[in-house]
């Protein structure tokens, strides 16, 4: 693996390096929901069972043992990939939600009576929370909708969802982020971002970009491969085109399949680029044409060595 | 005796919130009810908001079948824009209004009287 100095300093509170390093391409002609991009990205993700089944803490309890046969110990390691494959299903990959607050009434005459905004939550037991009526009558006599944050904070506070704080945990801003991202724990931001926030939402945007961004600087992929969060990792690197730094982290780690996998990917997003209609090759020789055709010719050598070598992929990862 | 809609008082010392119930006019105020239906916290919250919680739905129920909202309750339905706005809000916010108006006059008059008046030749 090559040595990557992390060169540029997070910027406190979030102003998103993925502004200054994204390159305005047209979007991907097909969807991250599409069926065919889903199958890539999951190929891709990988099912390392040690990884998605780490040890960790639990309470105590008695050990249990089984006494099984063969056909029993097949059967409970194909539930036990099953339940992998479960484990490693992508969150939504969402644009970020539009503002809300638009006014319902406009009614200066009610200006003096209140000195604060009045909130209005509406806690009927058959609506969801996305589509729950929240209004806020203002200081001013305007009665308007409220906020996407307004929204967020009441939804918390009369039906609270399990793990999610009512203001942003420090661990998702600012210099506590930056120091997590630097002690590379990324997963663990992640999993608190999915938690917290909702996928449309700002925040969980800004968050999954920023560690996204910080992973690609440092070439530390292999911290999200076989989790659910490689999929968007991929998605996001592949709208930015920054396919560079993942395709040499491939190449070196022998995975032949994955770097295949990437380019059939690029070539289903993007079929009217005159990258993707330059590529003929098919199989482990079309990486290596990719790699020519954008000009890494350090990349294309290596390719070219490892096209008659490569791990193949484990049968549970297909 | 009728069903009403009110505000019952729960909380504790220096610290009031209360419980928006159905209940017959005979009942305690903070006592038996037939069914919550919100809640409403007078004093202000850290992001300078006051919250109400309306199960509109049950609250439009008993509303159909003649249950009689307090006046409290009904500055709160309202406010809130399921109901018209009662008259005596628009009269004390015009009385508030008012008074600052007056409060802010007198205030400036005052600081306008302690400074030196020039001496007329």
Known sequence: MANRSWLLKLAVGGLSRASCRYKSTQPPAKSVTDEQVQKLLTRMTGLDLDKVFKTRREPLSQPLYKLVDEHQLKKSQMETVQRARELLKMPPVLPQRKEKGELIQDDTKLAGLEDTNVVFTDISQTESNSSRRIVVREKNGNLRGATWDERDRMCQIYFPALGRQLTLPAMLQGNDLARLLKEQRHKEVLERANIQCEPDSKDYIRVHHMVYDDIDQRGLYDLLRSTRHFGGLLWYLMTRQLLKGILEEMLEKNLMEDAIDLVGLFKLCYPDHELSKNLTKAGKKCVQEFCEHQGWTDLAALASTKIDGGEPRSAQAQ | ?121
Request: hydrophobic letters at 35%; charged letters at 25%.
């Open chain 2, 1 to 121: 005796m009728s069903v009403r809609i009110r505000l019952a008082l729960h909380g504790c010392t220096n610290r009031p919130f209360y419980h928006i119930v159905v209940a017959p006019s005979k009942f305690k105020r903070d006592g038996r009810h037939l069914e919550q239906v919100g809640s409403y916290d007078p004093l202000t919250n850290t992001n300078n908001e006051k919250l109400v919680a309306l199960n509109i739905e049950r609250i439009k129920y008993w509303l159909s079948v003649g249950a009689q909202p307090t006046i409290p309750v009904y500055k709160l339905l309202g406010m809130a824009g399921l109901l018209p706005i009662h008259p005596r809000m628009y009269l004390e916010a015009e009385r508030t209004r008012n008074a600052a108006a007056t409060k802010s006059k007198s205030s400036e008059t005052e600081s306008t009287e302690s400074e030196p008046q020039p001496k007329t030749a």
